[in-house]
C-alpha cells in the first residue's frame, strides 16, 4: 500500500531540531562538545516549549495546555467527532543531553503537521502532537511525569506536590513557568498513539539499520535510599566505633553490581547515579549517604526477585555496623509495557512502503508511549544512532538523514491511522 506514502522535508525537521537545541546549550568540558541543559519547568525548558508553541500555531494548529503542563497541540480533521490520532514526546531533557533525546518525537510530529499542510493533505482524524512534561524525571524524581497523569496512573495532585532538591513543587514551577492550563487532566482515549524516539542504544547501528519497530519497554524500578551514620573524627575514632555511612552507600553500589554480574536476575541493569555524603568533608566520617538505585528488567518476574533481594540485601546491612540506618522512598515503579501489535504492524509496513529494512527492538529507555498504551493501541519508531547510540550525553546523535527516514516512517503510519 503506497497510497498514503509521505515524505517530509529533512532539511526543515534538521533546522528545528539544531534551533531548538540552541535553548539551555552549554559548553560540556568532559567532551568539549555543546550540550543541552533543559530540566523540566526550568526557564530553558520554558523559553523552549515556547519556541515550539509558536511553530505549533504557525503551523495553523490549536493548542490546548492541560493542568499537567501538557501541551496538546491539534491539526483538526474532516471528522469533528472523530477521536485523534496522537503523537508527540518530550522537551525536558537530562542536565547532559544532546539534541535529540524527545526532541525528535515533538519536532518530527510538527514536521509531519508542516508537510500535510503544504500538501494540502487532510485526514479524517485529527492529528494531535503533545509535549509531555518531565518525562526525564530528573528534576522532580519520578519519570513519564506528564503522561502518567494524562493516562490516569498518577494523580494529578500527586503529581503537582512532587519537589526538586530545592524544595521547589511542580504545581508551582508550573505557575511560575506559565504552564499551569486547566481543563481535564486525563485524556480522552485518542484513537492511537505513536512515538518516534532516537534509540539511545546500539542495536540498530550494529544491525547496519536506519529505523526499528519497538515491542515495548522494559520494567524500570527508582529508589531512593538514605543512610544514617554517625559523623566522628577521621584520624581519632577506631575503625570499630564507626557507623560510616559512605562505607555502607559504596557497599551498596558493589552488591548492586554483583547482582548484575551473578545472572540470577536475567538481564538486570543497575545504576546508582546520585551519591551524595554529609558533611561531605576530608576529615569526617560520612554521617549520611543519600543514593537512588535505578534498575531495569525485561522481565517483570526477575525485576521483582532483584527488588527482593535488594530488600532483604539492605536489611542485613544495617546490622553490619552500630548506629547505622537505613531508610528506602519509592521513586518510581513501572512494570514491562507491550506495545499493539496492529500498531507495529502499521510501522512496519509503512517503513516497508519507503523501503527501509527494519527490526523490531524492546527499548531499554523509558518513554511517555508507555503510559500512552494504557489508553490506546501505542507504538514507537526508533531511529539509529551514532556512538553505540550513546545517550543522555552531549555526545549522543543521530543523522540528518535517519531523523528524515524515521519522520517518514512517522509521517505515513499517522496518516493512514488518522484515515481509519
Ligand atoms: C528516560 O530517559 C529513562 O530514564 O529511561
Ligand atoms: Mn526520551
Ligand atoms: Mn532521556
Same mark, same amino acid.
Given at each position: 500500500?503506497?497510497?498514503?506514502?509521505?515524505?517530509?522535508?529533512?532539511?526543515?525537521?534538521?533546522?528545528?531540531?539544531?534551533?531548538?537545541?540552541?535553548?539551555?546549550?552549554?559548553?560540556?568540558?568532559?567532551?568539549?562538545?555543546?550540550?543541552? &541543559?533543559?530540566?523540566?519547568?526550568?526557564?530553558?525548558?520554558?523559553?523552549?516549549?515556547?519556541?515550539?508553541?509558536?511553530?505549533?500555531?504557525?503551523?495553523?494548529?490549536? !493548542?490546548?495546555?492541560? +493542568?499537567?503542563? $501538557?501541551?496538546?497541540?491539534?491539526?483538526?480533521?474532516?471528522?469533528?467527532?472523530?477521536?485523534?490520532?496522537?503523537?508527540?514526546?518530550?522537551?525536558?531533557?537530562?542536565?547532559?543531553?544532546?539534541?535529540?533525546?524527545?526532541?525528535?518525537?515533538?519536532?518530527?510530529?510538527?514536521?509531519?503537521?508542516?508537510?500535510?499542510?503544504?500538501?494540502?493533505?487532510?485526514?479524517?482524524?485529527?492529528?494531535?502532537?503533545?509535549?509531555?512534561?518531565?518525562?526525564?524525571?530528573?528534576?522532580?524524581?519520578? #519519570?513519564?511525569?506528564?503522561?502518567?497523569?494524562?493516562?490516569?496512573?498518577?494523580?494529578?495532585?500527586?503529581?503537582?506536590?512532587?519537589? #526538586?532538591?530545592?524544595?521547589?513543587?511542580?504545581?508551582?514551577?508550573?505557575?511560575?513557568?506559565?504552564?499551569?492550563?486547566?481543563?481535564?487532566?486525563?485524556?480522552?482515549?485518542?484513537?492511537?498513539?505513536?512515538?518516534? %524516539?532516537?534509540?539511545?542504544?546500539? !542495536?540498530? @547501528?550494529?544491525?547496519?539499520?536506519?529505523?526499528?519497530?519497538?515491542?515495548? !519497554?522494559?520494567?524500570?524500578?527508582?529508589?531512593?535510599?538514605?543512610?544514617?551514620?554517625?559523623?566522628?573524627?577521621?584520624?581519632?575514632?577506631?575503625?570499630?566505633?564507626?557507623?560510616? @555511612?559512605?562505607?555502607?552507600?559504596?557497599?551498596?553500589?558493589?552488591?548492586?553490581?554483583?547482582?548484575?554480574?551473578?545472572?540470577?536476575?536475567?538481564?538486570?541493569?543497575?545504576?546508582?547515579?546520585?551519591?551524595?555524603?554529609?558533611?561531605?568533608?576530608?576529615?569526617?566520617?560520612?554521617?549520611?549517604?543519600?543514593?537512588?538505585?535505578?534498575?531495569? &528488567?525485561?522481565?517483570?518476574?526477575?525485576?521483582?526477585?532483584?527488588?527482593?533481594?535488594?530488600?532483604?540485601?539492605?536489611?542485613?546491612?544495617?546490622?553490619?555496623?552500630?548506629?547505622?540506618?537505613?531508610?528506602?522512598?519509592?521513586?518510581?515503579?513501572?512494570? %514491562?509495557? +507491550?506495545?499493539?501489535?496492529?500498531?507495529?504492524?502499521?510501522?512496519?509496513?509503512?517503513?516497508?512502503? %519507503?523501503?527501509?529494512?527494519?527490526?523490531?527492538?524492546?527499548?531499554?529507555?523509558?518513554?511517555?508511549?508507555?503510559?500512552?498504551?494504557?489508553?490506546?493501541?501505542?507504538?514507537?519508531?526508533?531511529?539509529?544512532?551514532?556512538?553505540?547510540?550513546?545517550? %543522555? $550525553?552531549?555526545?549522543?546523535?543521530?543523522?540528518?538523514?535517519?531523523?528524515?527516514?524515521?519522520?517518514?516512517?512517522?509521517?505515513?503510519?499517522?496518516?493512514?491511522?488518522?484515515?481509519?
Amino acid at each position: 500500500m503506497t497510497d498514503s506514502l509521505i515524505t517530509i522535508d529533512g532539511d526543515r525537521l534538521w533546522r528545528s531540531l539544531m534551533e531548538l537545541a540552541e535553548i539551555g546549550a552549554y559548553d560540556d568540558a568532559r567532551t568539549g562538545l555543546r550540550g543541552v &541543559n533543559r530540566l523540566a519547568l526550568t526557564d530553558a525548558d520554558a523559553e523552549g516549549r515556547r519556541l515550539v508553541l509558536g511553530w505549533f500555531r504557525q503551523a495553523g494548529m490549536s !493548542v490546548r495546555i492541560d +493542568p499537567m503542563g $501538557n501541551l496538546i497541540a491539534r491539526r483538526d480533521g474532516t471528522d469533528p467527532g472523530a477521536a485523534p490520532v496522537m503523537t508527540g514526546s518530550h522537551l525536558d531533557s537530562v542536565a547532559t543531553a544532546g539534541a535529540f533525546d524527545g526532541c525528535l518525537g515533538v519536532l518530527g510530529g510538527l514536521e509531519v503537521v508542516r508537510t500535510l499542510t503544504e500538501r494540502g493533505i487532510s485526514t479524517r482524524r485529527p492529528i494531535e502532537v503533545v509535549v509531555f512534561t518531565e518525562e526525564e524525571g530528573v528534576r522532580f524524581g519520578t #519519570d513519564m511525569l506528564g503522561s502518567a497523569v494524562a493516562a490516569g496512573r498518577i494523580a494529578i495532585k500527586d503529581a503537582h506536590d512532587l519537589i #526538586d532538591r530545592d524544595g521547589l513543587s511542580v504545581g508551582a514551577e508550573l505557575r511560575r513557568t506559565g504552564f499551569a492550563g486547566d481543563g481535564p487532566a486525563r485524556f480522552d482515549p485518542p484513537h492511537a498513539y505513536v512515538e518516534c %524516539h532516537i534509540e539511545q542504544g546500539p !542495536v540498530l @547501528a550494529e544491525a547496519g539499520l536506519t529505523v526499528g519497530v519497538v515491542t515495548g !519497554v522494559q520494567a524500570i524500578s527508582w529508589q531512593e535510599i538514605t543512610i544514617s551514620g554517625r559523623a566522628a573524627h577521621a584520624g581519632t575514632t577506631p575503625t570499630e566505633l564507626r557507623a560510616d @555511612a559512605g562505607l555502607a552507600a559504596a557497599q551498596i553500589i558493589v552488591a548492586l553490581r554483583k547482582m548484575v554480574d551473578s545472572g540470577s536476575y536475567g538481564q538486570l541493569r543497575a545504576t546508582v547515579g546520585h551519591l551524595a555524603v554529609h558533611p561531605d568533608l576530608t576529615n569526617i566520617v560520612p554521617a549520611r549517604a543519600q543514593l537512588t538505585v535505578d534498575l531495569r &528488567n525485561p522481565d517483570d518476574e526477575q525485576m521483582a526477585r532483584a527488588e527482593a533481594d535488594l530488600a532483604g540485601y539492605l536489611a542485613g546491612l544495617e546490622g553490619s555496623q552500630p548506629g547505622l540506618g537505613l531508610s528506602t522512598r519509592r521513586m518510581a515503579r513501572t512494570s %514491562h509495557v +507491550p506495545f499493539d501489535h496492529g500498531i507495529q504492524k502499521a510501522i512496519a509496513t509503512a517503513a516497508d512502503d %519507503h523501503g527501509l529494512a527494519h527490526l523490531s527492538l524492546l527499548s531499554g529507555a523509558g518513554h511517555d508511549a508507555q503510559e500512552m498504551a494504557a489508553i490506546c493501541p501505542t507504538a514507537m519508531i526508533f531511529v539509529r544512532g551514532e556512538y553505540d547510540g550513546i545517550s %543522555h $550525553n552531549p555526545r549522543e546523535y543521530s543523522t540528518p538523514q535517519a531523523c528524515a527516514r524515521g519522520i517518514d516512517v512517522l509521517a505515513t503510519t499517522l496518516v493512514r491511522l488518522a484515515g481509519e
